[in-house]
T-cell receptor, first 111, second 115 residues
Framework: RKEVEQDPGPFNVPEGATVAFNCTYS??????FFWYRQDCRKEPKLLMS???SGNEDGRFTAQLNRASQYISLLIRDSKLSDSATYLC????????????FGPGTSLSVIP | ETGVTQSPTHLIKTRGQQVTLRCSSQ?????VSWYQQALGQGPQFIFQ???????GRGNFPPRFSGLQFPNYSSELNVNALELDDSALYLC??????????????FGEGSWLTVV
């Protein structure tokens, strides 16, 4: 089993739709969590950090459930420009140790 | 944009050859990590350098090696290239700022094709 797993995708949704991505992690010692976005043939870029209390940034909402070792990302009112691969990222500790990436979930927003 | 620069951006090598990839980290960042991303996969951690010393390594063979220099720039060396080494190699830098939750910033990557 991979340490970080995500919905396999791809997700194809119409403009304006709400879409949710799920991610689970296996290492209960994981300390910090992020969502990255990666456009085709580009490097990953930080979308948002994920906090225990949940956090929102415009149309994007991230949730963390430590008990279930589950992270989610909700995108409301999808735009064509949201089309990308979304990577769930888990950092195991406060030392500068490995950051573990999920395999990513591809999103295509269709006109 | 992120201040992390990598070179070369694209290269083609023959199986058995050696390759060196370079990375300049964002100003003020003393930690550099290298990742390998195969097509359709998430980035896989290769190793990390902190203040010129290796500070963690993923599941990669010894023919993957690295260096970090006093200015915090870094190199990734791969010997005896194999076809499966074809991937996007990403350099990421981060700072010793616990308030930021260890956010990492990626360079644009080096696309390596082994033929």
């Amino acid at each position: 089993r991979k340490e970080v797993e995500q919905d396999p995708g791809p997700f194809n949704v119409p403009e304006g739709a709400t879409v949710a991505f799920n991610c689970t992690y296996s290492n209960s010692a994981s300390q910090s969590f992020f969502w990255y976005r990666q456009d085709c043939r580009k490097e990953p870029k930080l979308l948002m950090s994920v906090y225990s209390s949940g956090n929102e940034d415009g149309r994007f909402t991230a949730q963390l459930n430590r008990a279930s070792q589950y992270i989610s990302l909700l995108i409301r009112d999808s735009k064509l420009s949201d089309s990308a691969t979304y990577l769930c990222v888990v950092n195991r500790g406060t030392s500068y140790d490995k950051v573990i990436f999920g395999p990513g979930t591809s999103l295509s927003v269709i006109p | 944009e992120t201040g992390v620069t990598q070179s070369p951006t694209h290269l083609i090598k023959t199986r058995g050859q050696q390759v060196t990839l370079r990375c300049s980290s964002q100003s003020g960042h003393n930690t550099v990590s290298w990742y390998q991303q195969a097509l359709g996969q998430g980035p896989q951690f290769i190793f990390q350098y902190y203040r010129e010393e290796e500070n963690g390594r993923g599941n990669f063979p010894p023919r993957f090696s690295g260096l970090q220099f006093p200015n915090y720039s870094s190199e990734l060396n791969v010997n005896a290239l194999e076809l499966d080494d074809s991937a996007l190699y990403l350099c990421a830098s981060s700072s010793e700022d616990r308030r930021r939750g260890n956010t990492i910033y990626f360079g644009e990557g080096s696309w390596l094709t082994v033929v």
